[in-house]
T-cell receptor, first 113, second 113 residues
Framework: NAGVMQNPRHLVRRRGQEARLRCSPMKGHSHVYWYRQLPEEGLKFMVYLQKENIIDESGMPKERFSAEFPKEGPSILRIQQVVRGDSAAYFC???????????FGQGTRLTVV | KQEVTQIPAALSVPEGENLVLNCSFTDSAIYNLQWFRQDPGKGLTSLLLIQSSQREQTSGRLNASLDKSSGRSTLYIAASQPGDSATYLCAVRGSAAGNKLTFGGGTRVLVKP
């Protein structure tokens, strides 16, 4: 049973481009969470999704950021018109339910140049 | 709103000494608490999960206790080794935060040979 898979591991984008980060949860997990970690800072919650539904997006910036978790395929975190301040590590976690153990992927490190 | 605090922020000990890492949370209505380890530039590895009904959980040299009523958890690492050097994060899952994981800021541990 593969763990949570995130790709790409590293992503470089120029200012103004779009970044698409993908997360495949563990098999049998239908709950996905996205977190952002800025350099030398803690993990900040962004969004919580179940299949085809956004449960909690209270941590998402109001503009440029969106997330989806379609019925088929991975969860996608999309950042439009990236700026230097978006440079961070983005982590995805999955769990079997909203009260079970969560497992994290290795993260995608986004660098905006 | 759930808030999680980890003290100290950094800890340096000689090899062989026992480590004691503290985590406190403001809302005691939690489902569970997880301890994670993060190595520099890497993802999060789940170390221990304590359900709200449990008082402690053990795995090898690691032991975690939970006192839900006082909002505290402690992670003990016995006979520390240089390979234990990492950042340790605690996270709580509870209804106050919409069942998502809320993280503390972490304790950065250095075990000196």
């Amino acid at each position: 049973n593969a763990g949570v898979m995130q790709n790409p591991r590293h992503l470089v984008r120029r200012r103004g481009q779009e970044a698409r980060l993908r997360c495949s949860p563990m098999k049998g997990h239908s709950h996905v969470y996205w977190y952002r970690q800025l350099p030398e800072e803690g993990l900040k919650f962004m969004v919580y999704l179940q299949k085809e539904n956004i449960i909690d997006e209270s941590g998402m910036p109001k503009e440029r950021f969106s997330a989806e978790f379609p019925k088929e395929g991975p969860s996608i975190l999309r950042i439009q018109q990236v700026v230097r301040g978006d440079s961070a590590a983005y982590f995805c976690a999955s769990s079997a339910s909203d009260t079970r153990e969560a497992f994290f992927g290795q993260g995608t490190r986004l660098t905006v140049v | 709103k759930q808030e999680v605090t980890q003290i100290p922020a950094a800890l340096s000990v000689p090899e062989g000494e026992n480590l004691v890492l503290n985590c406190s949370f403001t809302d005691s209505a939690i489902y569970n608490l997880q301890w994670f380890r993060q190595d520099p530039g890497k993802g999060l590895t789940s170390l221990l999960l304590i359900q709200s009904s449990q008082r402690e959980q053990t795995s090898g040299r690691l032991n975690a206790s939970l006192d839900k009523s006082s909002g505290r958890s402690t992670l003990y690492i016995a006979a520390s080794q240089p390979g234990d050097s990492a950042t340790y994060l605690c996270a709580v899952r509870g209804s106050a935060a919409g069942n998502k994981l809320t993280f503390g800021g972490g304790t950065r541990v250095l075990v000196k040979p």
